[in-house]
């Protein structure tokens, strides 16, 4: 597998890209959560790491008894995780985490490249991101390439939920993907725990 490659598709289609892919997968806690697809991943990466216990209003204070936050209510539409901003390089990361998940087990089967198709189609992704994608299916970047660009622990960790939404590991080596993933990030095993008790919520 090659190292993460620094081009890629521009002026946010990496963050619609991941948005899109994260939306056909909803399951578990994702199914009924109304948040869109970045600020989904962004909800689990947090309660993961904090080790909040699921909460459908996805506020990360809702259970802390000692939150003395008094700020405005949001507006409505908002989530309590629109704050937290996924740039576009982060989000080209997310989505090649997402690719190298796909293909973890060896293929892209028919179901995963309708999927990333309908997800290109979302988007409105044009021609540069389709052969920036297409590259990146023929040559994903290794676990070590993708967790070397994550500068702390809460990027590290929506990296991580980012490809965990994009597969149903029901494989070994998908299995063995996401763990060793995780390792490279340096996440606990709680962390990962926490995120399957969300899923499976």
């Keep these: 597998m090659s190292e993460v490659q620094q081009a890629g598709p521009g002026d946010s289609a990496a963050r619609s890209m991941v948005d899109a892919l994260v939306r056909t997968r909803r399951t578990g ?6 948040l869109g697809g970045l600020a ?4 689990l990466a947090t309660k993961a790491l904090r080790g909040a216990p699921a909460a459908q209003s996805g506020d990360p204070k809702a259970s802390d008894p000692k939150s003395t936050d008094t700020k405005a209510p949001a507006p409505p539409g908002a989530t309590p995780f629109d704050h937290i901003a996924v740039a576009e390089d982060e989000a080209r990361i997310m989505l090649r985490a997402m690719v190298a998940a796909t293909l973890a087990d060896g293929l892209v089967d028919a179901g995963e490249r309708k999927r990333l198709d309908d997800a290109l189609s979302a988007a409105s992704i044009e021609a540069d991101g389709r052969r920036w994608l297409e590259a990146e299916l023929a040559d994903p970047a290794d676990v070590d390439a993708i967790a070397e660009r994550a500068t702390n622990p809460e990027q590290a960790a929506r990296i991580y939920a980012a490809a965990r939404l994009a597969i149903d590991p029901d494989t070994l080596q ?4 996401l763990q060793d993933l995780a390792e490279a990030l340096d996440l606990p095993v709680e962390a990962t725990e926490r995120l399957e008790a969300e899923l499976a919520a």
């Design 174 to 177: 998908e299995r063995k993907f």
């Design 29 to 34: 806690l994702a199914a009924t959560a109304a």
């Design 40 to 43: 989904l991943v962004a909800a």
